[in-house]
């Protein structure tokens, strides 16, 4: 009996296979258009997919597509699923490529891809006859049976070229022996071919990963593995007791705890009761510290590291210094040897840092300043400045960012221009972008796929956007340099939902009397573009054809009559972020929806409370918390005693 019970337990035991984990990845990248990633993880693991996710095999069959259809097929492990027809459809294809090329009068194609191939043709055609029973029964076969599969297809593209040789060209296309084909009709074996290939190919589920993980997480929440989630009501630092007693009552905002799958614990997201469909992301509140910079320096640019474990401060006497948010930001971080040593990073004495970008992997650094000398640092080792080089001669750097793999910085500047720079040829000059008529505020990469269908590799495109203070946004082909598109918010009145902002490539190189200084622009999921003027309104833009330049939404500010015009100067936004923060030259913060359009809340004294009587001049988000930075690079005119801080709000 309990080894009966034994073996009862043993027959539900389920392993899984690392194999099986891969072709589960692999699925998920081909689902998702993740073709290099696909490739790389075959090449490394060595383990091929178990099944496809495309179901165009019957399309690219009819249209003679065997080349995709091979490339595909080469993807495949064609032993897993159970079919046995597999090896014979693999032999098909590649014998209706060889005679359509011959077809084609790529005869010397033709013929090197059967010699590439032919000990393959015949060893499955030789095990297709002995599964039918052919090689037994010899009296069955006819002569052509008995004639090996590539010997076969030799001697078609050897009566193809005998019946065509010293035929004039017109002709030629259309002549073929008898018995080319296997049917008298091409495009009818075309469509067989593809009908078995869609009904052989073992086809994954849609979404399998994400099914599979979604139910594992189900099972542990059942079996009582998964962390119990509970949801409370959190009072803020200095509320009285009257606030916090109320606290209900006032269906103030709430956190709930939720579980990060990936990091394994819970995290906290402020949420509301009142409706269960509102993304739950907070808006920063308060005061959270304060920056010091002394009286003679003040923080020129900033940005947090993309693991959220520093800010990274450039400040006009020419330091660079990276920020510990264990002491909230009071200190440096002295787990870098360089900094503990106080060998911090820099450029000249007295040269304003002024741009800053760290790659997508978080290793480097790349710093620019106000003469147009670029660095690039080693951040998380020993702080070694791997690449110095002049991009911008005596000219303002404005703004720098890594290419997706950080090979290539690409670089903006006042002298109207925007460069690219490949890092591992010691910062030569790759590409220029001319065509703005004054400064080059913003540049960023875009990754678009400018055609309907995901699949189709050879439709993504890498785009450079440039923003200047001639009042232009341009898109740009990263590849070749080539201007592709100019859009220009109008200055007069705000543009309206639907209108369209595009103008023409010609005839726009002078810069309007009346046009508005672009100072921000962020590259948002969904082909779309937030686009901030020095205006009481933003946009959010369509940057997909084929009606680029498409006004999506709109953003405005009503401006008070005391103070006069209210002008958005600065913005900050996230890829993940509900909400984008903008801030006035009168030191107002307003807080919108960046979807809906709506304005959620407004502090007409920021600036104050950040203790600056000069204009905001830049705004930084946390990559993941709700966390707000806010500084003046200008040092102070009114009081030169004063000291300069950055200002960090939650």
Known sequence: MPSSKHHSRQKFDLSIGSSDVLCLIQAHLSEHGLTGSLEALQNESGVKAAGSVNKNWQQWAARGEWGIILQQLAKLDLSRGGNRNLPTLMSEVYEMSILELGEKGELAVAYATLRLVAHSLDQIDDNTKQASNLVRNSKELTSEQGIPKSRQLEQKLAALSALRKNKPSSIEEALLPPNYYSRPNKQSLRDELGHKLMESIPQVPSSRLMCLLQQAVQWQAHTGQFPL??????????????????????????????????????????????????????????VYTQVSFGKKAAPQVAVFHPDGGSLITGSSDGLIEIWDPSSRYQELRMDLSYQQNEELLGHDDNVKVTALAISPDGHLLATGDANGLIKVWKILGDGVCLRKFQAHLQSWISC??????????????????CREYGLRSQGRLLKEFRGHSSFVTQCAYHLSNDSQDDDEEEDWILKVVTASADGTVRLWDAATSELLHIIRPPSASPAHIGASILIPISGSSSTAIDTLEIHSIFVLPKNQLLLVPRSSCAYLISLSLPTPGTVLQTYSISSPKK????????????????????????????????????????????????????????????????????????????????????????
């Open 563 to 650: 103070t006069g015009i209210n002008a958005i100067v600065m913005v900050a936004a996230a890829c993940s972020s509900h909400w984008f923060y903008a801030v006035t030259n009168h030191g107002s913060l307003h807080v919108f929806d960046i979807d809906t359009g709506n304005q959620e809340t407004t502090r007409a004294s920021f600036g104050s409370e950040c203790g600056l009587d000069e204009e905001i001049s830049s705004l930084i988000l946390h990559p993941h918390q709700t966390l707000l930075a806010a500084f003046s690079n200008q040092l102070s005119s009114k009081n030169k005693t004063k000291k300069h801080f950055l200002t960090l709000w939650k």
């Open 400 to 417: 720098l960012q890594f290419n997706p793999n950080a090979s290539v910085l690409l670089t903006a500047s006042h002298d109207t221009t």
């Open 229 to 286: 989630i509970t949801q409370y009501y959190n009072a803020d630092e200095g509320d009285d007791d009257a606030t916090r007693n109320n606290i209900f009552t006032k269906k103030r905002a709430c956190k709930k705890r939720t579980f990060d799958l990936v990091l394994g614990k819970t995290v906290h997201a402020d949420t509301n009761d009142d409706d269960d469909n509102v993304i739950h992301e907070s808006i920063v509140r308060k």
